[in-house]
C-alpha cells in the first residue's frame, strides 16, 4: 500500500507533467507515468493553474521532490546536472560539517563539566 501523501504527490505531479511542453513529457519514460497513475489517489482534488508561476504553485513537498528528480534524470542539460551534482555535494559537506560540530567529542562533554 502506498502512504497516501505519496499516492496525493502522484496526483499532483501527473497534473504537473501534463502540462508539461510535448517534447519534455516525451522524455518520461511511460513505465513511470503509468506506475504514477496507478498508484495515484484519483479521490485528491488538485488542478495546477498555468497562470501561476511553477514557484507561486502549492504543492507538497513530497511532488516537489519527485519533479526535481525527473528534471534531474530526464530534463536537464549536461551543465545544469554538473550545477545541480555540484550544489548538493556542497549540501551534503555542510550537513557533515554539522554533525561534526555537534557531536565533537571534545566538545560533548564541556557543558556538563561546567555545570559541577
Request: include cysteine; hydrophobic fraction near 30%; glycine fraction near 2%.
Given at each position: 500500500?502506498?502512504?497516501?501523501?505519496?499516492?496525493?504527490a502522484y496526483?499532483?505531479?501527473?497534473?504537473v507533467?501534463?502540462n508539461?511542453?510535448?517534447?519534455?513529457?516525451?522524455?518520461?519514460?511511460?513505465?513511470?507515468?503509468?506506475?504514477?497513475?496507478?498508484?495515484?489517489?484519483?479521490?485528491?482534488?488538485?488542478e495546477?493553474?498555468?497562470?501561476?508561476?511553477?514557484?507561486?504553485q502549492?504543492?507538497?513537498?513530497?511532488?516537489?521532490?519527485i519533479?526535481?528528480?525527473?528534471?534531474?534524470?530526464y530534463?536537464?542539460?549536461?551543465?545544469?546536472k554538473?550545477?545541480?551534482?555540484?550544489?548538493?555535494?556542497?549540501y551534503?559537506n555542510?550537513?557533515e560539517?554539522?554533525?561534526?560540530?555537534k557531536?565533537?567529542?571534545?566538545?560533548?562533554?564541556?557543558?556538563k563539566n561546567?555545570?559541577?
Open positions: 500500500m502506498i502512504n497516501t501523501k505519496y499516492a496525493n496526483k499532483e505531479v501527473l497534473c507533467i501534463n508539461l511542453i510535448k517534447e519534455d513529457y516525451e522524455k518520461i519514460p511511460k513505465e513511470y507515468i503509468n506506475f504514477l497513475k496507478e498508484n495515484c489517489n484519483n479521490e485528491y482534488e488538485f495546477y493553474d498555468s497562470s501561476k508561476s511553477f514557484k507561486e502549492e504543492l507538497l513537498d513530497e511532488t516537489k521532490y519533479l526535481f528528480g525527473l528534471f534531474e534524470k530534463g536537464a542539460t549536461d551543465i545544469q554538473i550545477k545541480i551534482e555540484s550544489y548538493k555535494a556542497n551534503r555542510k550537513l560539517e554539522q554533525k561534526r560540530e557531536y565533537d567529542p571534545n566538545k560533548l562533554f564541556e557543558n561546567e555545570k559541577k
